[in-house]
């Protein structure tokens, strides 16, 4: 008589990855992976939209709710409250992060829509100084704090989603859309002012016409919300057991200190070169190199393009080489060429020259980016995933990236150095190839779980 034994493994490693294989196959996949990317970033559309608005338009926002008889004043307020909006995004990345990481992807990234939305209408409807007075600034702040405070998990949250659907392999491309998203955001945003000013004079302009797209962010929040409210929660959270609660959360941050730091330091270099080429040129453009507005506006929507097609690109070269030889090369491209690339900008500024000069920091900001959304994602802990990439971004971006239009205004003031701002350009450099080279030394950091377990950075990365 032959008996038929069925084969039953025999070590934990073993019934784990059966009970994993056995989990995955009842966890539903992501039908279409271009619609989920394009209803992802719908949102990163419009947060960079308002961004790049505020920027753009520094100089009437700035006589609307800061008036000064000092033009430089009065600017630098503007950029400080800018600045400040910026402060909150580290509060919004954990408090907005452990909420995503706790109910979900999808979920979380109709939350925070919201509350973009409505800091977006607050600075839209709010009257001027003359109007209200000093009421005018604080609704001002208090727009851009809610804006800050959504945005510290909106691109953390989108970055993460696009990783979890992303094919073998193809992380760095597939997280690319993120920031691609933003592009398309930057350029029609460029078209909106640029047929401003061709329809309205200047002082329409100041005198509120550039309410007028902050309007049209406004109108677009339905589409959007409709868009989200339709994604599919991504295969991999549904396939995590722990859902982490705050507490825990807080305590896996506290351990992975280390990572949320060099994450920061490696993304300083994105953000800084980002907004200076973008929510800083049209006021470097205009208040500098005495460009036109029209110039200005022009550079700024060929740099948008640039981007869009060099983020992809700098995705799929970092999933064919690795991250970190993207990342030391274009770091040190920085650090060498950005203050001399500015000065003999600013020696005999001509259109052509902008246009040039700003492309290629288009290039270094979007190979670069490219590789640093898979870099950061892959080396945060995955139960915490959305808040330690969104707390490491947060961070970059207060500290660094939208400081960078006040920096900027202030080493030129100071300094009197109209190339000046390059001093910060190599600064980020350094700080994006430093912490390249901690987080992919020879003996690895490891990212600590809540549970305990832990994981290190692809090692072929």
């Known amino acids: 008589m032959c008996l038929t034994v069925a084969h039953r493994p025999g070590t934990t490693r073993e019934i784990a990855k059966v009970t994993q294989a056995q989990h995955a196959q009842d ?41 000064s ?11 400080t409250t800018f600045w400040l909006g910026a402060l909150m995004r580290p509060v919004g990345a954990i408090i907005l992060g452990a909420y995503v990481d706790r109910i979900g992807r999808r979920k979380g990234l109709i939350v925070t829509l919201g509350i973009m939305a409505a800091g977006t209408a607050l600075i839209a409807v709010c009257p001027d100084y003359a ?11 208090f727009g851009r704090l809610l804006q800050g405070f959504s945005a510290g998990v909106e691109l953390g949250g989108v970055s993460v989603y696009l990783f979890e659907i992303s094919k073998p392999g193809q992380a760095g491309f597939y997280t690319s859309f993120q920031s691609a998203s933003q592009q398309i955001a930057i350029l029609v945003a460029s078209v909106i002012g640029y047929s401003l000013n061709v329809w309205m004079e200047p002082a329409g302009i100041a005198a509120g016409g550039w309410r007028i797209p902050f309007f049209i962010g406004c109108a677009i929040v339905p589409l959007i919300f409709i868009l989200r409210r339709s994604l599919e929660e991504t295969p991999a959270f549904l396939r995590l057991k722990h859902h982490p609660k705050f ?46 507005e029209a110039e200005a506006l022009a550079v700024t929507m060929a740099v948008a393009i640039s981007n869009f097609c060099w983020l992809p690109v700098g995705g799929m070269i970092s999933d064919r080489i690795g991250r970190k030889p993207v990342l030391l090369t274009i770091s040190v491209l920085a650090m060498l060429t950005a203050y001399p690339l500015l000065h ?40 915490v995933r959305t808040t330690c990439f969104s707390l490491a971004f947060a961070l970059a971006n207060a500290l660094f990236g939208t400081f960078t239009p006040l920096m900027s205004t202030y080493l030129i003031a100071e300094t009197g150095d109209r190339a000046s701002p390059g001093y910060w ?11 390249a080279l901690l987080i992919y030394r020879g003996k690895s950091i490891k990212a600590i779980e809540p549970d305990g377990t832990t994981h290190r950075p692809p090692a072929h990365q």
Do not use: H
Not at 131 to 141: D, F, K, Q, R
């Open 27 to 67: 966890v539903p996949q992501i039908k279409s992976r271009l619609s989920a990317i394009l209803r992802t970033t719908s949102g990163n559309f419009l947060e960079q939209f308002d961004f790049f608005l505020f920027g753009f338009y520094a100089s009437s926002i700035s006589r609307a709710f800061f008036p």
């Open 69 to 79: 008889d000092d033009e430089v004043a009065s600017l630098m307020l503007t950029f």
């Open 131 to 141: 109007t209200i007075g000093v009421a005018a600034p604080l609704i001002v702040l």
């Open 247 to 292: 507490s825990e959360t807080m305590t896996s941050i506290g351990k992975n200190w280390k990572i949320v730091a060099l994450g920061m330091l490696m993304v300083a270099m994105t953000t800084v070169t980002f907004y200076f080429i973008t929510v800083y040129t049209p006021t470097f453009g205009r208040n500098v190199l005495k460009l036109t």
């Open 344 to 383: 003999w900008l600013v020696d005999g500024p001509t259109f052509g020259k902008m246009l040039g000069v700003e492309l290629l920091f288009s290039f270094y900001f979007g190979a670069y980016n490219g590789a640093a959304m898979a870099a950061l994602t892959e080396v945060v802990p995955a139960e």
């Open 425 to 435: 350009l190599m600064a980020a450099g350094l700080s994006g190839a430093t912490a």
